[in-house]
């Protein structure tokens, strides 16, 4: 068709206008990008008491990643996993509020995710009980959180830039290096797991979002496993047997950009751990189940997006008493530091909140892609979740935990009743007060319900 000369300049206007209006698309739209998060050498590590000295160097490269999805209704959503051993909400809600100010997205449209990697620095205000960082510690890390939060952004705009035409469809497999780690002590999971005796509930199970361009190649892979991702304990960072599964994946597929999100594994271990070679063993057993899902009849996403994201508030069990704060701070024990950590955190919180130091606000999170739904909660969720909200809102759902605000191990009532780390004593490194009070799942479980309830409904 020739257009009159005068009329060109309109007609360009025109289809400006067309492509940036929410015009319904015949397809959903994806979009990838990442970035490095890798921090310098010389910042403190986090997730481990017993290391004494700052990183040492780099032995994988960290990374933010972002996956965009929009449904043909033009309903957008964003995706931030990263290779992090935790997120703190101040940073998920930062970075969730300048996407929303700059795309026009809702809260609920912005979910992050961390891998859980020991790997990685210390942050502030995550996992405060774990050791007082020297005053330059704490500037580099505070600089650090200051830098990813720009890369967050950076790599969301960019995937929301390369939103295209895909067609998404997921599936299952299952991987078996992770176990149970409250019921098997670790000499024994060799000989268990051959002789198929792993006591304890776990979840092999392995979800797979496959993200393909309209003529068929793999522009987005996204995989979860609910397993602990602490292969390694050295002084190098490393975004451990999930950065390796990513890396392998990445090399395997050509041009895709592969993302890990961590499912509910506060109480599974991989196991056997210790060395780079025994992490990238995993990364490729991780893999390996992710190309077999990918090889399966996958099931594709149509319909459309919807999100929420709400909060609650958990209630810690007690104050600490002066005399256990002053044990703490002063008691010859193993990990001393830790526990002066602990007693210092706690005050400080007591100190600038009151009793409101007693309570957390915790937030949940739903997104609906067509038939299938995520729940990204935060906190170190055990397994029992999983399974309770899949056997409660069916299978189409996976759970993520690690999500918006890592804050403490989130124990189901029979593993809080149990106590022990995941139920009790990890609260310590993690500069809460004490152990939740009774009542959290419950809680939990029924405000998830019904955000997937109410997303799953037709508006
Ligand atoms: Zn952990």
């Known amino acids: 068709m020739r257009t009159h000369p005068l009329l060109r300049p309109v007609v360009a206007l025109l289809a400006t206008w067309a492509s940036l209006s929410a015009a319904p698309a015949e397809s959903w739209r994806a979009g990838a990008a990442r970035e490095e998060i890798t921090p310098p050498a010389g910042l403190w590590m986090t997730g481990y008491a017993v290391r004494t000295r700052p990183a040492e160097g780099t032995a994988q490269p960290l990374w933010v990643k972002a996956l965009a999805l929009a449904d043909p209704a033009g309903n957008r959503g964003v995706l931030l996993t990263l290779d992090l051993c935790g997120i703190s909400r101040e940073i998920s809600d930062r970075v969730a509020a300048e996407i929303g100010r700059r795309h026009g997205l809702p809260r609920s449209a912005v979910m992050t995710n961390v891998s859980h990697t020991h790997c990685s620095p210390a942050m502030p205000g995550i996992i405060t009980g774990l050791r007082i960082l020297p005053p330059d510690g704490e500037q580099k890390s505070a600089a650090y959180v200051r830098a990813l939060e720009e890369k967050m952004i950076r790599a969301a705009d960019a995937a929301l830039a390369a939103l295209a035409p895909a067609t998404l469809a997921w599936a299952e497999d299952e991987a078996h290096f992770g176990y149970n780690r409250r019921e098997n002590p670790a000499t024994d999971v060799p000989g268990q797991r051959a002789a198929g005796k792993l006591k304890g509930p776990f979840d092999p199970r392995v979800p797979v979002l496959a993200v393909r361009t309209t003529d068929g190649a793999l522009k987005a892979l996204l995989v979860s496993y609910a397993c602990h991702n602490t292969t390694l304990q050295f002084y190098q960072w490393h975004g451990d047997y999930a950065g390796s599964a990513q890396v392998e994946l990445e090399k395997r597929h050509p041009g895709a950009t592969v993302l890990f999100a961590a499912g509910c594994g506060a109480d ?38 919807a999100s929420a994201l709400e909060d609650i508030t958990l ?110 004593t990890s609260m310590v490194p993690y500069g809460q007060p004490s152990a939740w009070a009774p009542g959290l799942e419950e809680a939990i479980i029924g405000k998830t319900r019904e955000l997937v309830t109410r997303t799953r409904s037709p508006k």
Do not use: C
């Open 268 to 305: 599974a271990n991989p196991a056997p751990r210790g060395t780079v070679e025994l992490a990238d063993q995993h990364g490729r057993a991780l893999a390996d189940a992710a190309d077999r899902a990918l090889a399966k009849p996958m099931t594709p996403i149509a319909g459309r997006f």
């Open 315 to 424: 209630n810690f069990a007690r104050r600490p008493t002066e005399e256990q704060l002053r044990t703490a701070r002063e008691k010859e024990q193993p990990n001393k530091e830790m526990h002066q950590a602990w007693a210092a955190a706690v005050t400080e919180k007591f100190r600038s909140h009151g009793d409101a130091a007693l309570r957390h606000t915790y937030p949940i999170q739903a997104w609906k892609l067509g038939a299938l739904s995520w729940v990204a909660l935060g906190g170190e969720v055990v397994v029992d979740y999983t399974f309770r909200l899949r056997h409660e809102l069916g299978e189409n759902l996976w759970v993520f935990g690690y999500s918006t605000d890592v804050m403490a191990y989130i124990p189901s009532e029979r593993v809080l009743k149990e106590g022990r780390y995941e139920g009790d």
